[in-house]
């Protein structure tokens, strides 16, 4: 049986993944910017692919939920409302307080000296640090708390809003504000509570951390809105 079939999905979805991971990247750092319209043939000339691969990238980012289709006229860059923020906290805190659970359980080595290194970067950016390593940095360490559950569909809800969590705080630029030897003495603290299997310190301690990100999100979009 001729392996070419198989081949060519591999490599048309190698194509479609890249298509994707550069719309991602331009729709978090607000390059489009949300209302934008996203159109097939166009994206497929800039991005020099024929336009399915560029079709499974757009459905992969609606599937994220960074961008929206519309009938009849295609997909457009999503908007990120303080209600969607408040949607996606509500689950990251019933999602990542199981995935602190059981990575208490279930977590190895490897696992916690991932999150060491991480959080040893996040520490050396200092209190100048720039928005978005910041941001991936912070992004980095939740997902390891996921990757180190052992559970394959939790981690898949996880990539459906990873996204939309990077977004919330490139866009908001709430990362200026959050480093203090606070923030970054949270994420160690959590890190230390999975590493002692201490299942209950640990999902307050994921709790307590993801309620005031979301507070200083509300904040922030508080004050955006008295400006205004």
């Given amino acids: 049986m001729s392996d070419h079939p198989r081949t060519e999905a591999a490599t048309r979805k190698a194509v479609a993944d890249g298509v994707a991971d550069s719309l991602r990247e331009d729709i978090i750092l607000n390059r489009l910017p949300s209302g934008t319209f996203l159109r097939e043939a166009d994206l497929a000339r800039h991005h020099d692919v024929s336009r399915g691969p560029v079709r499974e990238a757009l459905k992969q ?5 960074l961008v929206v289709s519309h009938r009849n006229k295609g997909f457009a860059v999503a908007a990120l409302t303080m209600t969607d923020i408040e949607d996606i906290y509500e689950l990251r805190l019933s999602l990542e307080t199981l995935a602190a659970r059981l990575a208490c359980r ?3 080595f490897d696992d916690l000296a991932s999150m060491a290194r991480t959080l040893d970067e996040l520490a050396d950016l200092g209190p100048n640090a720039r928005p978005l390593p910041m941001a991936v940095l912070d992004v980095r360490f ?5 990757a180190a559950a052992h559970h394959t569909r939790l981690m898949a809800c ?39 299997r201490n299942e209950d310190a640990a999902v307050a301690a994921i709790e307590t951390h993801l309620r005031e990100a979301y507070d200083r999100l509300k904040a922030q979009a508080d004050e955006a809105d008295t400006d205004g």
């Fill in 142 to 146: 939740h997902r390891e708390i996921y």
């Fill in 158 to 196: 996880w990539k459906t809003m990873e996204s939309q969590v990077f977004k919330a705080m490139v866009s908001r630029n709430v990362t200026e504000r959050l480093f203090s030897e606070v923030f970054v003495a949270q994420h160690q603290n959590i890190r230390a509570l999975i590493a002692a």
């Fill in 61 to 65: 980012l609606e599937r994220e939920g």
């Fill in 106 to 108: 279930r977590r190895t």
